[in-house]
């Protein structure tokens, strides 16, 4: 695998992210839901599960309350795991929002790079799978072999590799999507993938708990239940 890209989280240590104020901040450790993160995390279930309306209102927020960077790396992530019209739809409205023009040029738009996507993404899936990442591939290639593909190169390599946002801050997303779409098998993988890539505990509760006006307190709570199962097995391992 290609050596880690300097300011992605490759390992079990305490994630190196991007300041929580304004872009371009000094780096500082992720140790606790900055008023940004939450911000971002909220961010990223509604742009998975509410309507247009408050989707506009919560971006129109984000362009005061979130470096826009990682508002723009969240929408992009959001195809991943909310499917096109709903990224579509966001990025329509946050450019409205933030009056921010669409760079000229981005290297995701280049197939060139599909080799470097498929390394970096090998090496960002295993740092987030950590000691279930050999299970994880046979049993998606079980599934089918372009999902594996997919996943590897598209999913952890072209998308979640990418920088302007650190890959705790993105499983912190990624959690909070799964969570509002009841897609609980995912929810509790990345529960565990928060913790492997160097996300405080506190941080990943801290996170669900800002969801739970977003949810139905049942859901709130089973999510809250796999939670306590995660760090139980973290506990005794």
Same mark, same amino acid.
């Given at each position: ?9 490759r390992?079990?240590?305490p ?6 104020g304004a872009?371009?901040a000094?780096?500082?450790i992720?140790?606790?839901l900055?008023?940004?993160t939450?911000?971002?995390?909220r961010?990223?279930?509604i742009?998975?599960?509410a ?6 209102v ?21 195809y991943l795991f ?5 990224? @579509?739809?966001?990025m329509r ?5 933030s009056g *921010?023009r669409?760079?000229a ?13 498929a390394a970096?993404g090998?090496?960002t899936?295993?740092?987030? /799978?950590g000691?279930?990442y050999?299970r994880?591939?046979?049993n998606? *290639? ?8 997919w996943m590897?190169?598209?999913? /952890?390599g072209k ?5 302007? @946002?650190?890959l705790a *801050?993105r499983?912190?997303c ?7 779409a009841r897609?609980? *098998?995912q929810?509790?993988s990345?529960?565990?993938g ?6 405080p505990?506190?941080v ?6 800002a969801?739970?006006d ?11 239940h796999?939670w306590?199962h995660v ?7």
């Open positions: 695998m290609s050596a880690p890209a300097e300011g992605r989280v390992s079990t240590a994630s190196r992210v991007a300041g929580s872009e371009g000094d780096d500082a992720l140790t606790s900055d008023a940004p939450r911000a971002l995390v961010l990223a279930a742009i998975a599960d309507d247009e309306r408050t989707m506009r919560a971006l129109e927020h984000a362009v005061h309350a979130i470096p826009a960077e990682w508002v723009e790396e969240l929408i992009l992530q959001s909310a499917g096109f019209p709903r990224t @579509l739809n966001a409205a946050w450019r409205k929002a *921010r669409a760079p040029s981005d290297p995701g738009a280049d197939l060139a790079n599909a080799p470097a996507w970096e090998e090496e899936c295993a740092a987030v /799978y000691p279930f050999e994880l591939r046979p998606i *290639r079980a599934l089918h072999p372009a999902l594996d593909a590897i190169v598209d999913g /952890y998308v979640l590799s990418r920088p302007g @946002l650190d *801050r499983e912190l990624v959690i909070a999507v799964c969570a509002v897609q609980d *098998r929810l509790h990345h529960l565990h928060a913790l492997h890539v160097g996300t505990p506190q990943v509760e801290d996170a669900l708990d969801l739970a977003l949810m139905s307190d049942e859901d709130h709570a089973r999510a809250r796999l306590s760090r139980a097995t973290q506990q005794a391992s």
